[in-house]
């Protein structure tokens, strides 16, 4: 979001989950003010004449909206409503420590490191992120750049193809990005999978078709 010095703001919010009237993912326009007491009002831009509005209470530390309701007039969502509340999601940037904990084909753990930066948002209010994930001298997995992510909320996913790998594999991941011992920079969780590009070489990648689960924690 971004806001004024008279308490006017403007952004864009996402569906993450599945909703029968509008696809996950899709960016709503929104724009409202927050008044002397922390109380924030909110109005969508139409969406498939769906129209959202609501209104929460911003802690004291700004960190947080609590105590809120919305409501959906128009549309397939018309007259949806309930409660409202979320926080903020700290950024993805620094350094990370990772560890792969795979479970097929067999069990095995694997560590990296990744220095990581958080861009955005974009036009459609998706931030993005960007770095490498390199083996920290205990596996001869090879070195991966991110090249396509989006974090929405606290959702992020991202495919990160590896350098100089005739096997050619990807390094996916789905997770969540969360408020960490760290101030200000979020941990990650979630799901990993390594897919091989190039079948006819996929020993040449002990890292290749791969799966288990992730955890990224700032250094």
Known sequence: MASDAAGHFTGAMHILNLSPCIAAGTPITMSGTVDGNGLLTFTSAA?????????AAISSTGVSINSGTYSVAGGCAGGDHGSLSGGVVPAVTGPYNVTFAITTPSNLTLTFTAPLTQSGPDAGGVFHIAGT??????????IATIQTS???GNQISFSAPTINDPANTTVNFTGNANVSSKPNVAQMSGQ?????????????????GLSGSAAFAPQ
């Open 47 to 55: 969406i498939a004449n769906q129209i959202f509005t609501g209104t």
């Open 133 to 142: 994930i390199s083996n920290s001298g205990q596996t001869n997995c090879p």
């Open 150 to 152: 989006q974090l929405m």
């Open 192 to 208: 990993v999978s390594t897919v091989v590009g190039n079948p006819a070489n996929a020993g040449a990648n002990p890292c290749g």
